[in-house]
């Protein structure tokens, strides 16, 4: 296991933002490719889905994820 530091824009609370599992990650839309790779480089996964929820960049604060499944508030209209 590495010790890694990140933060997203601006901001070094990056569990608001980012959704991390042991198969895949969730990312803010609008996120760059190279902070994208980097994570994926990070957490050794190969899945990477830029979303938002509801318009929100905040991942984090509005859904839980495991490798199971990801849970989401009521009004949000894709499956992920």
Same mark, same amino acid.
Do not use: W
């Given at each position: !296991? +590495? ?6 824009? /601006? %901001?070094? %609370? ?14 803010? +839309? /609008?996120? +760059? =490719? %190279?902070? !994208?790779?980097?994570? $994926? $480089? &990070? ?11 509801? /318009?929100?960049?905040?991942? /984090?604060?509005?859904?839980?994820? %495991? +490798? ?7 009004? &949000? =209209?894709? =499956?992920?």
């Amino acid at each position: !296991m +590495s010790l890694q530091y990140f933060q997203y824009l /601006g %901001n070094p %609370n990056i569990g608001l933002f980012i959704i991390a599992t042991d198969d895949f990650l969730l990312v803010p +839309s /609008g996120i +760059s =490719e %190279n902070k !994208m790779e980097f994570l $994926r $480089r &990070c957490f050794k996964v190969d899945k990477v889905l830029s979303l938002r929820i509801r /318009g929100s960049k905040l991942l /984090g604060a509005l859904s839980v994820a %495991n +490798s199971n499944g990801v849970l989401l508030p009521y009004g &949000c =209209e894709h =499956e992920v």
